[in-house]
Structures are given as structure tokens and as C-alpha cells.
């Protein structure tokens, strides 16, 4: 397998690459920004922060835990903190860096799978840069994340694996994926899937676009009656439950795939060719599965999320469109590139600033938060003691000026479940989700709390600190308050 006319690479980075590389890397974090305590984070940091000081969370902590003990992400990113002797902040910026650099260098190597010329290997680069954050259908997922986690990692180690799997070096796409399974387990099953698909595929050449099936198999104890609630939750899990422009995210790519496959054989691109038919069936069987698990009787199976994989379908899909849109449209002409990409690059940075509006749009690891609600956290970090355990509104990380913030995160304190995050580790790992219902049900109708309902909580699971909107029961002691939120202590 190798573009036609293509002659062999002696250094797959040159000086030259590198820089270029580089240069899209630091305007890929402009379009895109950055949020260290955003999201997901609020999952993966609080394992890193607990390898690095034990004494952290001592209550709640199998609702990060869980996903922290199946990966080996947690470790690498505490191991890089005491190797460099670097303030973690650094740490998981620098690590982002690297990710971006990674994912983009990936790029440029499937790319050269794909074109001889290198005009249009920076197509796809360039194309790459501005999609990062491109939402991938109805999966709550983006091509790549704007805080460093182990889907980042993952991202980039199966572009690399894709890459060399099509020059036939199985044992270098091997250790890719051993990467990609090991900081995330289960974004990497949908690589290994592929790459092995992607093999049979060329070694047997069927006229027929042949069959690919890579959910995990296995037996699996009934869920606990509480994990209903939790599944219903969680909408992206249900493919019936999309939004119809959702599925244009899922027919879009079978489609594409099916004209690329045919474009690619009448101009002989023998590898876009191979691609995109073996795309078809990877996305379809995929479908299938995602519809069967959305029957009632297989919810506690849905969280395998089958169609994650059009997370990689997305990736490979921009590289041959990066390219070709080079080749065929951009070709030298500068302000072709500049029409097509400057306005595509705004777009996407107006998004990221709607998203988060009441944060910087690159939160530097020097920087002091102006988001009010980062802003009570880190005093939270400064000023209570770590053994404290915290109760905010469960719905926190949802409301408006809020960005998304996670407490245990940014704060370093155990707080009571909340109905964002952690239902997602409870929709995950089935049995958490009975502890998980228990403490949300005690903490409905928060925004009507008064010091009694507060009390409740002190007294059943020990809350010893609140966080509270403006400007909630007047008689509690918060020693801390700005013109959002305030921190209160509860005797």
C-alpha cells in the first residue's frame, strides 16, 4: 500500500515539517483555547491529584476513581509532574501542547499515505488544525478536546496507528495502539478494531464490503435497579434518541465514504480507495449495534457507546478531504487557502468563546481564573481543609457563567455527587449509580435550600462546606463570596 508515484521518505519530519507543524500547533490552540478544569476534567484530574497527594478526597472518590484505575493516564501525567518537578498546571498544559503536536504530526503521516504532493499533506494538516473541536455527531465527543485527557492521547496514537497499518508496518501500528489502550481503553477497541479491519481488507481484497464488528464481548452481571435512572440520563448513549441533525453526522460519513471510494478508483488513489470502503461497514455495524443497545432490555450495555468510533471515521475523513481539497481547489493559489480557511478558523474560535464566555479563552497555567465560580474554587483550594467535604448545587457545572468548571478539579475537595460528571461515571461503572441516586435525590430542589436542608446534609453524609449562588439563606457563615457565589461553612 503507498500513494502512487510516491518516492520513499527518508526523514518522515524534516527541520522544515517540524516548524510548520509547530506553528499550527500554537494556532490551533488560538482557534480552539484552553481549559484545564473544563468538562471531563473534572473526571481525570482528581486521579492524578490523588496519586500526587493521598490525603485528597477521601470521600466520593470512586466517582473519578473508577475510570482513573483503568487507564494508565493518571500515572504518566503524575510521573511527568515529579520527573519535571513542574507545578501540575505546567504539566497538563505542556502535555496539551504535545497532544496538539502529535495529533497534527499523525496527520501529516496519514496523509502521506494518502498523497504523494506536499501540498496536499498540509491541506489535511491545515484542515485538522481548524476542526479540532468539531462536535462528532450525537456522541458527546469533539475530534479533540480544548484540556489535555486521555481521549487526546488516544486521538493521536490511533491517527499514527491508521497511518502506519496502511504502509504494512503492523508491529510499529501495534505499539500505537498498545498506547492508545493504555491511557484509554476504550476509544482505542474502535482503532484496534479498524486497523485489523483495515488489514483483512487489504490482504483479501473482497468484492463485497465484508463485515467488522469490534463491541466487547463479554458477561456482565445485571446492573442494580438505580442504573435505569442513571441510562435514561444519558441521551448520547440512546442512538434513537438523537436529534435529526445528529444523524446527518452519522449518514454523512457512510456516504461521504461510499463517493470517496468511488472517486479514489477511477484515479487510481489506492489507498483512499481502501479507506473509505472499509469505513463503510466499520460505521454501519457500528449503527446496528448502537440500535440494538438503545432496546430497553440491553441499556446497561449502551455504555459501550459503539458509535464512538465515528470519532476516528471523523479524523480520517478530514485527512482525504484536507488533501483533496488541495490538490483539486486550494492548489497554490494563496488566497484560495486564506478565503477557505481564515473564515472556517473564526468560525470555529466564535464557538469556543460562546461556549465558555464567562472565561479566558486560553486559561494559561499563570494566569488567575476571572470566571467567578474558578475563582470560589480556588479560594475553596487555599482555604479549607483537605479533608473537607463539600455540597454544591448538583447541577453546577450546567448553569449560565458557570464554563463548566469542575469543583474537585480546580478546588481539590470531595464534594456530594453531582448530576453532570459523575453521572457519567455511575452510567459507566453500574454499581456506583445506587450511591449516586441516593445523593442526588437528597439534593433536589437545591436552589430552594434553606440552613435546615443544609443541616440535613451535615448530618447524614457530613457536609462541612457549601458553595451557593447569590444570595442564598442569609444566616449561614460564608467566609467567602463574591458577586456570584459564596463559600459557607456549616457548624
Given at each position: 500500500?503507498?500513494?502512487?508515484?510516491?518516492?520513499?521518505?527518508?526523514?518522515?519530519?524534516?527541520?522544515?515539517?517540524?516548524?510548520?507543524?509547530?506553528?499550527?500547533?500554537?494556532?490551533?490552540?488560538?482557534?480552539?483555547?484552553?481549559?484545564?478544569?473544563?468538562?471531563?476534567?473534572?473526571?481525570?484530574?482528581?486521579?492524578?491529584?490523588?496519586?500526587?497527594?493521598?490525603?485528597?478526597?477521601?470521600?466520593?472518590?470512586?466517582?473519578?476513581?473508577?475510570?482513573?484505575?483503568?487507564?494508565?493516564?493518571?500515572?504518566?501525567?503524575?510521573?511527568?509532574?515529579?520527573?519535571?518537578?513542574?507545578?501540575?498546571?505546567?504539566?497538563?498544559?505542556?502535555?496539551?501542547?504535545?497532544?496538539?503536536?502529535?495529533?497534527?504530526?499523525?496527520?501529516?503521516?496519514?496523509?502521506?499515505?494518502?498523497?504523494?504532493?506536499?501540498?496536499?499533506?498540509?491541506?489535511?494538516?491545515?484542515?485538522?488544525?481548524?476542526?479540532?473541536?468539531?462536535?462528532?455527531?450525537?456522541?458527546?465527543?469533539?475530534?479533540?478536546?480544548?484540556?489535555?485527557?486521555?481521549?487526546?492521547?488516544?486521538?493521536?496514537?490511533?491517527?499514527?496507528?491508521?497511518?502506519?497499518?496502511?504502509?504494512?508496518?503492523?508491529?510499529?501500528?501495534?505499539?500505537?495502539?498498545?498506547?492508545?489502550?493504555?491511557?484509554?481503553?476504550?476509544?482505542?477497541?474502535?482503532?484496534?478494531?479498524?486497523?485489523?479491519?483495515?488489514?483483512?481488507?487489504?490482504?483479501?481484497?473482497?468484492?463485497?464490503?465484508?463485515?467488522?464488528?469490534?463491541?466487547?464481548?463479554?458477561?456482565?452481571?445485571?446492573?442494580?435497579?438505580?442504573?435505569?435512572?442513571?441510562?435514561?440520563?444519558?441521551?448520547?448513549?440512546?442512538?434513537?434518541?438523537?436529534?435529526?441533525?445528529?444523524?446527518?453526522?452519522?449518514?454523512?460519513?457512510?456516504?461521504?465514504?461510499?463517493?470517496?471510494?468511488?472517486?479514489?478508483?477511477?484515479?487510481?488513489?489506492?489507498?483512499?480507495?481502501?479507506?473509505?470502503?472499509?469505513?463503510?461497514?466499520?460505521?454501519?455495524?457500528?449503527?446496528?449495534?448502537?440500535?440494538?443497545?438503545?432496546?430497553?432490555?440491553?441499556?446497561?450495555?449502551?455504555?459501550?457507546e459503539p458509535l464512538r468510533c465515528l470519532a476516528l471515521a471523523y479524523m480520517v475523513l478530514i485527512v482525504i478531504g484536507g488533501g483533496l481539497l488541495s490538490q483539486h481547489l486550494l492548489q497554490g493559489r494563496t488566497w484560495r487557502w486564506l478565503v477557505l480557511f481564515v473564515p472556517l478558523g473564526l468560525g470555529m474560535y466564535l464557538a469556543q468563546r460562546q461556549l465558555f464566555p464567562a472565561s479566558a479563552h486560553i486559561e494559561w497555567p499563570w494566569a488567575q481564573p476571572r470566571n467567578p465560580w474558578a475563582q470560589a474554587f480556588e479560594w475553596v483550594r487555599v482555604n479549607t481543609p483537605?479533608?473537607?467535604?463539600?455540597?454544591?448545587?448538583?447541577?453546577?457545572?450546567?448553569?449560565?457563567?458557570?464554563?463548566?468548571?469542575?469543583?474537585?478539579?480546580?478546588?481539590?475537595?470531595?464534594?456530594?455527587?453531582?448530576?453532570?460528571?459523575?453521572?457519567?461515571?455511575?452510567?459507566?461503572?453500574?454499581?456506583?449509580?445506587?450511591?449516586?441516586?441516593?445523593?442526588?435525590?437528597?439534593?433536589?430542589?437545591?436552589?430552594?435550600?434553606?440552613?435546615?436542608?443544609?443541616?440535613?446534609?451535615?448530618?447524614?453524609?457530613?457536609?462541612?462546606?457549601?458553595?451557593?449562588?447569590?444570595?442564598?439563606?442569609?444566616?449561614?457563615?460564608?467566609?467567602?463570596?463574591?458577586?456570584?457565589?459564596?463559600?459557607?461553612?456549616?457548624?
Open positions: 500500500m503507498g500513494p502512487p508515484n510516491q518516492k520513499p521518505e527518508k526523514r518522515f519530519l524534516s527541520s522544515k515539517r517540524i516548524a510548520g507543524l509547530a506553528l499550527l500547533s500554537a494556532i490551533a490552540l488560538l482557534i480552539h483555547g484552553y481549559h484545564p478544569y473544563a468538562e471531563d476534567a473534572e473526571i481525570y484530574l482528581p486521579g492524578i491529584l490523588k496519586i500526587l497527594n493521598p490525603s485528597l478526597f477521601p470521600a466520593n472518590a470512586d466517582f473519578f476513581g473508577e475510570h482513573a484505575s483503568h487507564s494508565l493516564y493518571p500515572t504518566l501525567i503524575a510521573a511527568s509532574v515529579r520527573l519535571t518537578h513542574l507545578p501540575l498546571p505546567w504539566v497538563t498544559f505542556l502535555w496539551q501542547i504535545a497532544a496538539l503536536f502529535l495529533l497534527l504530526a499523525g496527520t501529516w503521516r496519514l496523509a502521506a499515505a494518502f498523497f504523494p504532493q506536499d501540498r496536499a499533506r498540509w491541506g489535511a494538516v491545515v484542515l485538522m488544525t481548524t476542526l479540532l473541536t468539531l462536535p462528532v455527531a450525537g456522541t458527546a465527543l469533539y475530534i479533540f478536546d480544548q484540556y489535555v485527557n486521555p481521549r487526546n492521547l488516544a486521538a493521536f496514537a490511533a491517527v499514527f496507528a491508521v497511518a502506519e497499518t496502511l504502509r504494512r508496518r503492523y508491529l510499529v501500528a501495534l505499539l500505537w495502539l498498545v498506547l492508545a489502550a493504555a491511557v484509554h481503553p476504550l476509544m482505542s477497541s474502535f482503532a484496534i478494531a479498524f486497523c485489523v479491519w483495515l488489514a483483512v481488507l487489504d490482504r483479501y481484497r473482497p468484492r463485497v464490503l465484508g463485515f467488522a464488528a469490534f463491541l466487547p464481548v463479554g458477561i456482565f452481571d445485571p446492573p442494580p435497579p438505580a442504573y435505569h435512572e442513571v441510562a435514561l440520563r444519558q441521551s448520547y448513549f440512546f442512538v434513537t434518541r438523537w436529534e435529526w441533525y445528529e444523524w446527518l453526522g452519522l449518514i454523512g460519513p457512510v456516504l461521504l465514504s461510499w463517493w470517496l471510494a468511488r472517486l479514489a478508483r477511477r484515479r487510481g488513489m489506492e489507498n483512499i480507495e481502501l479507506v473509505s470502503r472499509a469505513m463503510i461497514p466499520y460505521i454501519l455495524v457500528a449503527s446496528v449495534a448502537a440500535i440494538v443497545l438503545s432496546i430497553p432490555r440491553f441499556e446497561a450495555l449502551a455504555r459501550f483537605e479533608d473537607a467535604l463539600f455540597a454544591l448545587n448538583p447541577r453546577h457545572m450546567e448553569l449560565p457563567g458557570e464554563d463548566e468548571n469542575g469543583f474537585r478539579a480546580r478546588a481539590q475537595r470531595s464534594m456530594l455527587a453531582d448530576a453532570v460528571k459523575d453521572k457519567g461515571a455511575a452510567s459507566a461503572f453500574p454499581p456506583l449509580s445506587v450511591k449516586w441516586l441516593e445523593q442526588i435525590r437528597d439534593q433536589e430542589n437545591w436552589e430552594r435550600f434553606q440552613k435546615d436542608d443544609f443541616e440535613h446534609l451535615r448530618q447524614k453524609y457530613g457536609v462541612t462546606w457549601i458553595v451557593i449562588e447569590q444570595p442564598g439563606p442569609p444566616e449561614l457563615d460564608c467566609p467567602y463570596q463574591n458577586a456570584t457565589v459564596r463559600v459557607c461553612r456549616l457548624d
